[in-house]
T-cell receptor, first 116, second 111 residues
Framework: DAGVTQSPTHLIKTRGQQVTLRCSPK?????VSWYQQALGQGPQFIFQYYEEEERQRGNFPDRFSGHQFPNYSSELNVNALLLGDSALYLC???????????????FGPGTRLTVL | GDSVTQMEGPVTLSEEACLTI???????????LFWYVQYPGEGLQLLLK?????DKGSNKGFEATYRKETTSFHLEKGSVQVSDSAVYFC??????????FGTGTQLKVEL
């Protein structure tokens, strides 16, 4: 059973550039959430996608955007990169059953983004 | 809004010592509570969870009890091993399945 996968593993960009990170959820999961983890900190929620729509969003600027595809995979896009965007970006997947509370989130290994 | 407070690290213990990492939370409604572990250079792994008051989550010798009266979810293990060295995160989900994390507690276990 494949877990959550993310690509690429590492990425180096310069200020002002744009970046796209990719995530494939765990088999059977339909919801993808993205988190930013700065060095030495806990992950911060960016947004969550379900049924190809952004369902919930954290306190991140519009430079952060995303997409979910019909196969439930997802992309995170960050425009106009700043030095402060350097972090580990984590994707988590879960299954939402309309009849009960959302299931546990399972995390991928993350993408380490360095902005120079 | 929701928040999680956990004890500062690093925590350094000798192998076979007892571990307690304190975690308290603030949330509206009835959140689910989690402990995640992060090994060096890796993503987060779910360690255990509890979904309602008085539930005890347990896994790999670790356990934590959901205490609504004290809004706490302390992580405990009776005998730690060197392989338990990692960063431990307490977290909760409120409405919408968004996870709110604490800042993490680094555990170092020495021989």
């Amino acid at each position: 059973d494949a877990g959550v996968t993310q690509s690429p593993t590492h990425l180096i960009k310069t200020r002002g550039q744009q970046v796209t990170l990719r995530c494939s959820p765990k088999s059977g999961h339909d919801t993808v959430s993205w988190y930013q983890q700065a060095l030495g900190q806990g992950p911060q929620f960016i947004f969550q996608y379900y049924e190809e729509e952004e369902r919930q969003r954290g306190n991140f600027p519009d430079r952060f955007s995303g997409h979910q595809f019909p196969n439930y995979s997802s992309e995170l896009n960050v425009n106009a990169l700043l030095l402060g965007d350097s972090a580990l970006y984590l994707c988590a997947s879960s299954l939402v059953d309309s009849g009960r509370a959302p299931d546990t989130q399972y995390f991928g290994p993350g993408t380490r983004l360095t902005v120079l | 809004g929701d928040s999680v407070t956990q004890m500062e690290g690093p925590v350094t213990l000798s192998e076979e010592a007892c571990l307690t990492i304190n975690c308290t939370y603030t949330a509206t409604g009835y959140p689910s509570l989690f402990w995640y572990v992060q090994y060096p250079g890796e993503g987060l792994q779910l360690l255990l969870k509890a979904t309602k008051a008085d539930d005890k989550g347990s896994n790999k010798g670790f356990e934590a009890t959901y205490r609504k009266e004290t809004t706490s979810f302390h992580l405990e293990k009776g005998s730690v091993q060197v392989s338990d060295s990692a960063v431990y995160f307490c977290a909760l989900t409120g409405g919408g399945n968004k996870l709110t994390f604490g800042t993490g507690t680094q555990l170092k276990v020495e021989l």
